[in-house]
């Protein structure tokens, strides 16, 4: 028995030829997919700019109309509870103003009506109002001058609006 050798094992002609070209293989294979990130990136690069993009659109779009929206929820509330008031439409365009802050309150319109008739004035929307006990008031509220964060349209697609409104009806108090 032999305790204290060590083989070792040598090396021979033909298995370090087998050796050298499998290693070389995997160098050719790495070398030609160096660039392959750089042409993916490039490929994809346009799509995912074009989706992220249009996804801010989208929202600035939704944020606005929300804020008008919400502006004609509140005034109409505001409006009908009006009867028997001095100024019923100047309140409400107040109160427009008001719930829509971050809006360029000088580009929002409003439209009121008492029973399916328009009231333009204090004096007209409170004769109105006094007679019109459990009737509809509509209120309608305009922002003329919305600006998307990108104009035109992508492709032929759908377009921005220029202009949001939102109609709402309540019940005269």
């Known amino acids: 028995m032999n305790t204290g050798t060590v083989r070792i094992r040598k090396w021979t002609s033909t298995r370090l030829a087998a050796a050298v070209p499998a290693r070389s293989r995997k160098a050719t294979l790495r070398h030609r997919q160096s660039g392959i990130a750089a042409v993916e990136f490039a490929l994809l690069a346009p799509p995912l700019l074009v989706i992220v993009l249009g996804i801010a659109q989208f929202g ?5 109309y929300v804020m008008v929206t919400n502006a004609a929820s509140s005034a109409a509330r505001y409006f009908a509870s009006q009867r028997g008031t001095a ?17 360029a309150t000088g580009n929002l319109s409003i439209t009121t009506y008492v029973n399916g008739t328009q009231c333009t004035s204090d004096s007209d929307c409170a004769t109105d109002l006094s007679a019109a006990a459990n009737s509809p008031a509509t209120v309608t509220v305009t922002y003329s001058s919305f600006s998307p964060l990108f104009k035109g349209k992508l492709a032929g697609l759908v377009s921005m609006p220029a202009s949001l409104n939102s109609t709402m009806v309540e019940r005269v108090q």
Do not use: E, F, I
């Open 60 to 64: 600035w779009l939704m944020a606005n």
């Open 87 to 103: 100024t019923p439409y100047t309140s409400t365009k107040t109160q427009v103003v008001t719930s829509a802050a971050y809006l």
